[in-house]
């Protein structure tokens, strides 16, 4: 079962597909990414109860992407199901083909490893109701497991489609109707980095169609040796390109996507940085604007400053979650599901979904919603969108840092180190556990608050550390290392 096994992260499948890192072999090779589309096809006709299955492949801009692909078309074609192409797409276009008119199709897999290297990929898997979940994703790899590999058919009858064509199409008219204009970008300089992924229809297809001038916009051929930075909107160096283009081209507004445009960040026109807590904020104003009172449930690491925003300043409530999209989304859902109306649930990574949207994890509807708010705003005279977070409360500092776990049996020893730390706290004089936490040890103190938690996937320890005055977050960095000190199993 490992070769299978060892591929499944989470709800999605992700591999080495390409030799040229050392230490890395491939493990997602054209045989199991066979094998894997058959699984799929057979689990979907279990689950729909009937055969001859219509089934979307998709991919972002992998190197490895083709020979993926093929080999998944050859095991959906083995399994029975009829094939179609999206070819370079976004990961929530790839969902969208299940549910638009027009398309429809049973299933679909979009082939990414979103921001990881090169020689990475992977697959997430659609259905109508959504993103499969992890126990899916099992039952999948068993299905493979069972099945093992095999040769191919001769031929393959796959059918092009031009779903981002579409999917891009989808955008516009959410824009137009939500601005009530047929272009209202016009007179707006607005840039775009798709760090040579999956987002470069963005621009041509959105942007240009709304009137922007997209000039200065850059990396937006695809290209899977991302030669010019990860596309990643957490990443320092991709940040800094996309400010670099909103300062040089004098631009109203930059946008940055990740590898399959399931993430998305911004930069205001003044060069600032519109991600993480200033992205939660932003999305919270426009949705609480729309859905007074509105919980917004966030990840764990958001700050306290937001947490005054949501609630105090716009009337919401704040629910802070565990880390991982997946369980900020499924919160989002059960809230609903139990009476309590949640219409946003955003990680600060820049993962979020939209009731409105199927709970989609979508970058680009979350754009949508932000450049209809600056066309309404320019239509009205009545500012830009940075001047609607102007008065959020930033940290004077915030870190981050992830001591590593030398010890095979990772989780259970990350156990113990959270209950040494859950200790260490509760004899702190200016210290006390914060209530309502839901992940890890969350502490509050008299300068900020410290977060250790288990990584979701990896041996490592993650520690966030936010202070409101400079320099406050050395003393408390200082004063968790003496804790985990005593662990002869972490590497400090």
């Given at each position: 079962m490992?070769?299978?096994f060892?591929?499944?992260?989470?709800s999605d499948v992700?591999g080495?597909a390409?030799e040229?890192?050392?230490?890395?072999?491939?493990?997602l090779?054209?045989?199991?990414?066979r094998?894997i589309?058959?699984a799929f096809?057979?689990w979907l006709?279990k689950?729909m109860?009937t055969s001859g299955?219509?089934?979307?492949?998709?991919n972002?801009?992998?190197?490895?992407?083709?020979?993926?692909?093929t080999?998944?078309?050859?095991g959906?074609?083995?399994?029975g199901?009829e094939?179609?192409?999206?070819g370079?797409s976004?990961t929530?276009?790839?969902?969208?083909?299940?549910?638009?008119e027009h398309?429809?199709?049973?299933?679909s897999?979009?082939?990414?490893?979103?921001?990881?290297p090169?020689?990475r990929?992977?697959l997430k898997?659609?259905v109508?109701?959504?993103g499969?979940?992890k126990?899916?994703?099992?039952?999948i790899?068993?299905?493979?497991?069972?099945?093992g590999?095999f040769?191919?058919?001769?031929?393959s009858h796959?059918?092009?489609?031009?779903l981002?064509?579409?999917?891009?199409a989808?955008?516009?008219?959410i824009?137009r109707?939500?601005a009530g204009?047929?272009q209202?970008?016009e007179?707006l300089k607005?840039?775009?980095d798709?760090?040579?992924?999956?987002g470069?229809?963005f621009?041509?297809n959105?942007l240009?169609p709304?009137?922007?001038d997209t000039e200065g916009s850059?990396?937006?051929?695809?290209?899977?040796?991302?030669?010019?930075h990860?596309?990643?909107p957490e990443d320092?160096?991709a940040?800094?390109a996309?400010?670099?283009?909103?300062?040089?081209?004098g631009?109203?507004f930059?946008?940055i996507?990740?590898t399959d445009?399931d993430r998305a960040?911004?930069?205001d026109k003044?060069?600032?940085p519109?991600n993480?807590n200033?992205?939660?904020?932003l999305?919270?104003t426009?949705?609480?604007?729309?859905?007074?009172?509105?919980t917004?449930?966030?990840?764990?690491v958001t700050?306290?400053?937001?947490?005054?925003?949501?609630?105090?300043?716009?009337g919401?409530v704040h629910?802070?979650?565990?880390?991982?999209?997946?369980?900020?989304?499924?919160?989002?859902i059960?809230?609903?599901?139990?009476?309590?109306p949640?219409f946003l649930?955003?990680e600060?990574?820049g993962?979020?979904?939209?009731k409105e949207n199927?709970f989609?994890?979508?970058?680009a509807?979350?754009?949508?919603?932000?450049l209809?708010k600056?066309?309404?705003?320019?239509?009205?005279?009545a500012?830009?969108?940075d001047e609607l977070?102007a008065e959020?409360?930033?940290?004077?500092?915030a870190?981050?840092?992830?001591?590593?776990i030398?010890v095979d049996?990772f989780s259970a020893?990350?156990?113990d180190?959270l209950?040494?730390?859950?200790?260490?706290v509760?004899?702190q004089?200016?210290w006390?556990l914060?209530?309502?936490n839901f992940e890890?040890?969350h502490v509050?103190?008299?300068?900020?608050w410290?977060?250790v938690?288990k990584?979701?996937?990896d041996?490592q320890?993650p520690?966030?550390?936010?202070?409101d005055v400079e320099g406050?977050?050395?003393p408390l960095?200082a004063s968790?290392?003496?804790?985990l000190s005593a662990?002869?199993?972490?590497k400090?």
């Amino acid at each position: 079962m490992e070769p299978y096994f060892k591929l499944q992260n989470g709800s999605d499948v992700r591999g080495i597909a390409l030799e040229g890192v050392e230490g890395e072999s491939v493990n997602l090779t054209p045989d199991i990414a066979r094998t894997i589309g058959f699984a799929f096809a057979k689990w979907l006709e279990k689950k729909m109860n009937t055969s001859g299955l219509k089934v979307a492949v998709g991919n972002d801009s992998r190197l490895s992407a083709d020979d993926i692909k093929t080999a998944v078309f050859q095991g959906l074609e083995k399994a029975g199901c009829e094939g179609f192409d999206s070819g370079l797409s976004s990961t929530p276009a790839m969902f969208m083909s299940t549910v638009f008119e027009h398309h429809g199709y049973d299933g679909s897999i979009m082939l990414t490893a979103s921001h990881l290297p090169f020689n990475r990929n992977g697959l997430k898997f659609f259905v109508r109701e959504g993103g499969l979940g992890k126990e899916d994703i099992s039952e999948i790899l068993t299905i493979a497991t069972e099945t093992g590999s095999f040769q191919p058919l001769e031929t393959s009858h796959v059918r092009k489609i031009d779903l981002m064509g579409d999917y891009a199409a989808h955008l516009v008219n959410i824009i137009r109707e939500g601005a009530g204009s047929e272009q209202p970008l016009e007179g707006l300089k607005i840039v775009v980095d798709a760090g040579n992924g999956a987002g470069g229809f963005f621009e041509s297809n959105v942007l240009q169609p709304l009137g922007a001038d997209t000039e200065g916009s850059q990396f937006l051929d695809p290209d899977g040796s991302f030669p010019n930075h990860i596309p990643n909107p957490e990443d320092a160096a991709a940040m800094d390109a996309i400010i670099a283009a909103v300062k040089e081209n004098g631009a109203d507004f930059g946008i940055i996507f990740d590898t399959d445009v399931d993430r998305a960040g911004a930069v205001d026109k003044n060069g600032k940085p519109i991600n993480r807590n200033r992205f939660i904020a932003l999305m919270s104003t426009i949705v609480l604007g729309d859905n007074p009172g509105s919980t917004i449930v966030t990840d764990s690491v958001t700050s306290t400053g937001l947490k005054w925003w949501i609630e105090e300043k716009l009337g919401g409530v704040h629910h802070r979650f565990k880390r991982g999209y997946k369980n900020v989304i499924k919160e989002a859902i059960r809230l609903n599901e139990t009476g309590t109306p949640s219409f946003l649930a955003l990680e600060t990574s820049g993962h979020g979904a939209l009731k409105e949207n199927y709970f989609l994890d979508d970058g680009a509807y979350q754009i949508a919603k932000i450049l209809i708010k600056i066309a309404q705003l320019k239509a009205s005279g009545a500012g830009t969108v940075d001047e609607l977070i102007a008065e959020l409360p930033e940290p004077a500092e915030a870190i981050e840092f992830r001591p590593q776990i030398l010890v095979d049996d990772f989780s259970a020893y990350a156990d113990d180190v959270l209950e040494g730390f859950k200790t260490f706290v509760e004899k702190q004089e200016d210290w006390s556990l914060t209530p309502n936490n839901f992940e890890g040890v969350h502490v509050t103190t008299s300068t900020g608050w410290i977060l250790v938690r288990k990584s979701l996937h990896d041996p490592q320890i993650p520690i966030n550390i936010e202070s409101d005055v400079e320099g406050g977050t050395a003393p408390l960095k200082a004063s968790v290392l003496e804790c985990l000190s005593a662990f002869d199993g972490l590497k400090l």
